[in-house]
């Protein structure tokens, strides 16, 4: 299906310059001078290089249909994880290369979308929040207040992350997935 360059979105699968791309983020700009454009950042499926390109609306780009199937994660076993079919409880294995960056988030039987590309994993989506622990952060110091900046804080999987003041050490946080970042404090 051919997708116009300034209505691309972030997740979109394209063929773009002989291979398979991510679409990791985008953002229009308006310049003063001549047409708008949206600076798009891309990802390479089977190498992972990152790419940041401009497509004026004029442009014309492949989105690829996309085939989503929801799994359970099961386990790892060094460079391959595997997942089960929810429905037909098939198993599948995939690369790490697949999962990239995304493998410390995996929890024991979470609920992960992997999408196919002519019946061929290309991707895995983890659900739009997860629940982590906080391990490692600074003490909470008396009248500092919920507006103030952030503070570095380490996740039981070891994942670096920004929190506000008042997270302890043992809370449990709730993460967005979009971009790794704090949301909320959990509820127990």
């Known amino acids: ?10 997740g979109m699968i394209v063929s773009h310059k002989g291979g398979m791309w991510k679409v990791i983020s985008t ?3 308006k310049p003063g001078k001549g047409g708008a ?3 798009v950042e891309l990802k390479n499926l089977k190498d992972s290089s ?3 390109e401009r497509f004026r609306s004029s442009e014309v780009v492949e989105r690829l249909y996309v085939e989503t199937k929801t799994f359970q994660y099961s ?3 060094g460079d391959t994880y595997h997942f089960m079919d929810t429905n ?3 198993q599948i294995s995939l690369d790490k290369n697949i999962i990239s960056e995304l493998n410390i988030f995996l929890q024991d039987n979470m609920l992960v979308s992997i999408e196919f590309i002519e019946n061929n994993p290309v991707s895995i989506k983890l659900p739009e929040h997860i629940i982590e622990e906080v391990t490692d952060t600074e003490a909470v110091i008396k009248g500092q207040t ?18 506000p003041p008042h997270i302890e050490n043992g809370t449990r946080i709730v993460i967005s997935t979009t971009n790794f ?3 909320e404090k959990a509820k127990n």
């Open 88 to 90: 037909t409880y098939e």
């Open 146 to 163: 919920a507006a103030s900046s952030f503070k570095p804080a380490i996740l039981s999987n070891g994942y670096k992350i920004m929190v």
């Open 1 to 10: 299906m051919k997708v116009n360059g300034n209505n691309l979105k972030a």
């Open 27 to 29: 953002q229009s700009v």
């Open 50 to 52: 990152k790419l940041n």
């Open 75 to 77: 386990y790892n076993d």
């Open 37 to 39: 454009f949206a600076q």
């Open 181 to 183: 970042s704090y949301v």
